[in-house]
């Protein structure tokens, strides 16, 4: 009898480009792919939109900062909102 457990540094099931455009919403394709390639979890991303919209302060104040993987999403998805400085 084969049985399939889970350790705890097993990640769970990656998710598809449809699963982050309806997550997401409108991200253009070369940020999708750089974040496929970072082979995220359903709950990486949904932490990453979460904190990408400026939610994620109230996660961080109920005790869940934000690392890993969504913190490398969350870049990706921000780059270009760091690039545009204030006019002057």
């Given amino acids: ?6 350790t ?3 990640r769970s099931a990656t998710i598809s480009r449809d699963d982050l455009r ?3 919403g409108d991200v253009d394709d070369a940020k999708i792919i750089e ?3 970072l082979k995220p979890t359903l709950p990486e991303v949904e932490q990453a939109a979460i904190w990408a919209t400026g ?7 109920s ?8 913190s490398d999403i969350v870049d ?4 270009d909102e760091e690039d545009e400085a204030p006019p002057r």
């Fill in 63 to 70: 005790g869940h900062p934000l690392a890993g993987v969504a």
């Fill in 35 to 37: 974040i496929l390639d």
């Fill in 22 to 24: 309806r997550i997401l």
């Fill in 76 to 79: 990706i998805l921000t780059v």
């Fill in 1 to 6: 009898m084969t049985s399939e457990h889970q």
């Fill in 55 to 61: 939610d994620g302060d109230v996660l961080a104040k």
């Fill in 8 to 10: 705890s540094g097993e």
